[in-house]
């Protein structure tokens, strides 16, 4: 019955550190997304899984961005070589199914994110 | 994508009154979902509504996808339902993703 969980809460690094955040799903979704959230934006999506496969990347700003799920659950968000542009709030949601069917997704609490 | 416009972009009502935010999309939609970012920034689930109207306590959504919009009812506002609300919309076949728009900030004062 636990919602969607990630970790670190807040995180703050140096710039040029590599940074991972990670996602866990509500059990049993099937998809999961990742978001990055400005102040006084609303969500814009990075990508996407269904299962392990990773389904749309278009959202990853660049190639310091990637994300994997291995093992269809459990999701890690990871950024190299940070920049303070990269400083936002990093928001993971899962829904039961994919696109095609029931997509109602959940957020987590999100990831803030900030680099000196 | 798809372009989502709210209105307005900030609301400051008394406790216990009425208001309504609106949600314009640019192209036809197959979900729609509305959220209230809280002050302490967790994202909570509202509606689930592509089409139709629903209800949950004092709160209710209408959308008509015919004419692309959808409407969030507050009744009898509360302090507690200050903050940011987020209507998002999904569309097959324009990328996996939902696409948010820039919210309304409401303020609920005692």
């Known amino acids: 019955g636990a919602g969607v969980s990630q970790s670190p809460r807040y995180k703050v690094t140096k710039r040029g550190q590599d940074v991972a955040l990670r996602c866990d799903p509500i059990s049993g979704h099937v998809s999961l997304y990742w978001y990055r959230q400005a102040l006084g934006q609303g969500p814009e999506f990075l990508t996407y899984?269904?299962?392990?496969?990773?389904?749309?990347k278009s959202g990853l700003p660049n190639d310091r961005f990637s994300a994997e799920r291995p093992e269809g659950s459990i999701s890690t968000l990871t950024i190299q070589r940070t920049e303070q542009r990269d400083s936002a709030m990093y928001r993971c949601?899962?829904?039961?199914?994919?696109?095609?069917?029931?997509?109602?997704?959940?957020f987590g609490p999100g990831t803030r994110l900030t680099v000196l | 994508g798809i372009q989502v416009e709210q209105s307005p972009p900030d609301l400051i009502l008394q406790e216990g009154a009425n208001s309504t935010l609106r949600c314009n999309f640019s192209?036809?939609?197959?979900?729609l979902q509305w959220f209230h970012q809280n002050p302490w920034g967790q994202l909570i689930n509202l509606f689930y509504?592509?089409?139709g109207t629903k209800q949950n306590g004092r709160l209710s959504a209408t959308t008509v996808a015919t004419e692309r919009y959808s409407l969030l009812y507050i009744s009898s506002s509360q302090t507690t339902d200050s903050g940011v609300y987020f209507c998002a919309v999904f569309r097959l076949n324009t990328g996996n993703q939902f696409y948010f728009g820039t919210g309304t900030s409401l303020t609920v004062i005692p």
């Open positions: 192209d036809s939609v197959n979900n």
């Open positions: 509504i592509p089409s």
């Open positions: 949601a899962s829904s039961l199914e994919s696109e095609g069917g029931y997509n109602e997704q959940f």
């Open positions: 899984f269904n299962y392990e496969a990773q389904q749309d």
